[in-house]
């Protein structure tokens, strides 16, 4: 293959070892069998074939063995209120190692009862630790099983089904972290100890005859597999890959629904080993049965379905799960344990607030004593919980978001929004997510913030796998950045350091809201939410806060410098200008190149009063410099206007000690904000603080 020096691609085959060693004529390839899977002519080697050398050695099943493991054991002293959940070493090890100090009031709740097989819903408020919660009893019970033999194909043992890709792959890492080796040192120095070995060796096989056999190095021994594996299936990345995965054996599968049921189509293994699952978890569990959502959920939950029951299963499912009489016989264990998680488990909040719902003539009223629709009704019937009485644990706060979390609000007109939001982001430098409900609005926004030398990054449903993970992995490393999503980043992502999350567009439901907000203040640290409401969005704030059991003047009003945000307007509309003028000309390349690839796919000539003459190709070639060169004119402006600072009304542009605000003390306490002169540095919502106790103090007078 040229430059690939001849590797199209490399594929593990189990059983089989593959080492180099260096010779005169360069490195050669060789292999070590097992005995399991050795063919009975292992002896002959490939190099008499034209191959590289296998080489089976005096012992073949030496390098498929586990090596005997120390037992872990961990001082339980130093976790004393982890204590009663008794967990495994490894475990309490890794939680030790991280910092988890005490179980956060839905993981204390939940792991007991996970501990005694019962089925448990679970309703918390975000960044309360759910993972975990639902993570480590798993975890627990696996790690306390005999370890899988290394040569035979372990099979599903725990499924995870979660809404988005992006949170089934934090799942699934942080399941990962959870059996990571406890001594990490130790491992490291053990591997330069073998490169070190491996170097010397290199340089004396330099010698003649049998020096050079003495110094072959000897071939490193096989990791062993791990005692738990855990894997993420996904939309959006290799189906082969993730097939050759599944093939491979996985104790723990992280999946979304639609991949999964694609992979199931194909797979009869896994669709028995998904009907014989000893834990299911439904993360986010609200999202996932919500109406007109996930149809592959319902084939993937009939699976799961007892076969005594009176429902049976439909002939096209039975036809993947078993391929004779004698599987049909009931052979489902009834040992199945369901966790379901969430931070919202009411229908009320699931409505869509921007409909207007008016009752029908024929349609009954509901009394005042009625209780609200609830999620639960629709998992009893969804779900087949193997215990009579599911524990549902309520931990969901006052109003339905974290008490941590402060909140606000701006009232502008819709067409203000963009340089309120240029404001808030210049005011209060962080990592801000900022939420839109339509990709259109993404895509217009990210080249105005780019213009404005913002740092921003988009994420939703149409860029490719890839690109969304590339953009999460920016924002998280880079501190003021900003994220333009949509909902898909609403729920479960758990983004550290997450300063502000911004509506920029009202959410249609009360508890997208509630997981939008989510994103910030989690794990009981700060965290600050802006709603941006546009005069056609008060009725839907209104009903919002009435789903959540609140009023609309709850939420303060972020308190604004209006000097600085007449000079941010100028900037903007020069912005605007610039990005219409750039659309404009690649909204009309793309039409004109779109006709002539589809004109010559369908191999068709174009009209002739379509196909410009010598004339009107000069007119549009001056048009096309007349607009490029206004276009590079505002960019230069706009330049200019970026590089002139900000000052506040009353600050002096010459000395700091005059004017009506002097700025020296400021200055002198390191207080001043760096972009905007005149202002002091504060975090979002401080000045909600002070609004308030005016308000207070201005009652008392």
Sequence with gaps: ????????????????????????????????VSEVDKPESSSRTLSEAGGAQVDTGDDPQEILETPPQETLTFDSTLLPEWVPQSLHPQLMNVLHRKGFITPTPIQAAAIPLASK??????????????????????????????????????????????????????????????????DKDLEQSHTKEVSIETKKGKGKSKGKGKEKEDATPNPPTKKPPPHVSVAAIVGGMSSQKQRRILDRGVDVLVATPGRLWDIM??????????????????????????????????????????????????????????????????????????????????????????????????KKRK?????????????????????????????????????????????????????????????????????????????????????????????????????????????????????????????????????????FQIPRTADTYIHRSGRTARAMNKGFSMLMVGPDERRVVRALMGSISRDENDIPELSIELSMLDKLKARVQLARQIEQSQHKVKKANHEKNWMKETAEALGV?????????????????????????????????????????????????????????????????????????????AEAGSDLVLKKAQEVQDKGS
Aim: negative net charge.
């Design 117 to 182: 097989g019962r089925d448990v819903i679970g309703v918390a408020q975000t960044g309360s630790g759910k993972t975990l919660a639902y993570g480590l009893p798993i975890l627990h019970y696996l790690l306390t099983q005999p370890r899988p033999h290394p040569t035979k194909r372990r099979p599903v043992r725990a499924l995870i089904l979660a809404p988005t890709r992006e949170l089934a792959l934090q799942v699934s890492s942080h399941l990962n972290e959870c059996l990571n080796p406890i």
């Design 1 to 32: 293959m040229g430059g690939d020096d001849g590797i199209l691609e490399l594929e593990e085959v189990e059983g089989v070892e593959v080492f180099y060693e260096t010779t005169d004529g360069g490195k050669v390839a060789k292999f070590r």
């Design 367 to 503: 009394n005042k004593d009625d209780k609200p629709a609830s999620t639960l009704d629709d998992l009893l019937l969804r779900l087949d919980f193997r215990d009579p009485e599911p524990e549902i644990i309520d931990l969901s706060p006052q109003g339905k978001v974290v008490s941590t979390l402060q909140e606000a609000k701006i009232e502008c007109l819709t067409n203000d929004k963009d340089v309120y939001l240029y404001y808030f982001l210049l005011r209060h430098p962080g990592r801000s997510l900022v939420f839109l409900s339509a990709i259109d609005g993404i895509r217009r926004l990210m080249p105005l913030l780019e213009l404005l030398d913002v740092k921003a990054f988009p994420l939703h449903s149409q860029l490719e796998q890839r690109q969304r993970l590339k953009n999460l992995d920016r924002f998280k490393s880079i501190p003021n950045a900003v994220l333009l999503a949509t909902d898909i980043a609403a729920r479960g992502l758990d983004i550290p350091a997450v300063d502000h999350v911004i509506h």
């Design 265 to 362: 189509e194909d797979d009869d293994n896994l669709a028995r080993e998904i009907k014989n699952l000893r834990f299911l978890v439904l993360d986010e569990a609200d999202r996932m049965i919500e109406a007109g959502h996930f149809a592959e959920l319902e084939n993937i939950l009939r699976l799961t379905l007892r076969e005594n029951q009176d429902d049976e299963i439909p002939t096209e499912y039975n036809a993947m799960i078993v391929e004779n009489s004698e599987e049909q016989k009931p052979d489902v264990s009834d040992g199945l344990q369901t966790f379901v998680l969430s931070a919202t488990l009411s229908k009320d909040l699931q409505r869509n607030l921007k409909k207007r719902s008016r009752p029908k003539p024929n």
């Design 605 to 681: 000539d174009l009209d002739s009063d379509y196909m410009s003459d010598s004339d009107s190709e000069n007119q549009t070639t001056r048009q096309r410099k007349t607009s490029e060169a206004k276009t590079h004119a505002l960019k230069a402006q706009l330049k200019e206007m970026l590089a002139q600072p900000l000052v506040a009304r009353g600050v002096s542009a010459k000395y700091i000690t005059s004017g009506s605000r002097p700025i020296v003390d400021d200055l002198l306490a390191g207080e001043l904000h760096e972009t905007l002169l005149g202002l002091k540095k």
